[in-house]
């Protein structure tokens, strides 16, 4: 079956507390690994942008669990495709703090210096994502 990318964007909720990044972190590697779903989170206090990959069905399954999750919500789909290899293969989860987020990085994609994610375009969160994974560890 073939393979897609999803990228979204979302804001936390109250129900959101730090404590919370490191329980998403574990369960969804768990799950991500089970699926074959890989991908990259980016987290920086109020925003969560990320990227899945895997086969269509499973992306979309595992889209629908996460929209369900009420410590986050206003969630966007930046870019949903079609592609022919994966970006993060090695990455069940990548997560990327707000200190790899810096004021450069956000100018070069956006039009600030902060970090918002909902004004991004699909494009730039796709290239925004891809420069960020040299920043992390594999894992
Ligand atoms: C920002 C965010 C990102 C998440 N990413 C994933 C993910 O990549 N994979 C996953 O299985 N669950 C992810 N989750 C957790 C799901 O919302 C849900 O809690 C989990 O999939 C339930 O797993 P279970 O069915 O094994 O109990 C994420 C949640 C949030 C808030």
Redesign the pocket.
């Known amino acids: 079956m073939s393979l897609v990318r999803l990228i979204y964007v979302?804001k936390?909720t109250n129900q959101?507390a730090m404590s919370?990044l490191e329980?998403?972190?574990q369960?969804?590697?768990?799950?991500?690994e089970k699926?074959n779903?890989t991908?990259m989170?980016c987290?920086n206090r109020n925003f969560?942008l990320?990227s899945?990959e895997g086969t269509r069905d499973s992306v979309n399954a595992?889209y629908n669990?996460?929209?369900?999750?009420e410590?986050?919500h206003n969630a966007i789909i930046l870019e949903y495709s079609e592609i022919s290899a994966r970006d993060f293969a090695d990455w069940?989860?990548g997560y990327v703090p707000s200190s790899s987020l810096t004021a450069p990085l956000n100018l070069q994609f956006s039009g600030t210096t902060e970090f918002d994610p909902y004004s991004l375009s699909g494009q730039s969160a796709y290239q925004f994502l891809l420069k960020l994974k040299g920043t992390l560890p594999n894992i």
Do not use: C, P
Request: charged share 20%; aromatic share 10%; glycine share 4%.
């Open positions: 979302s936390i959101f919370s329980d998403i972190l369960v969804a590697r768990k799950n991500n699926n779903i991908g989170l987290f969560f990320q899945i595992t669990k996460i929209l369900n999750d410590r986050h069940s989860m």
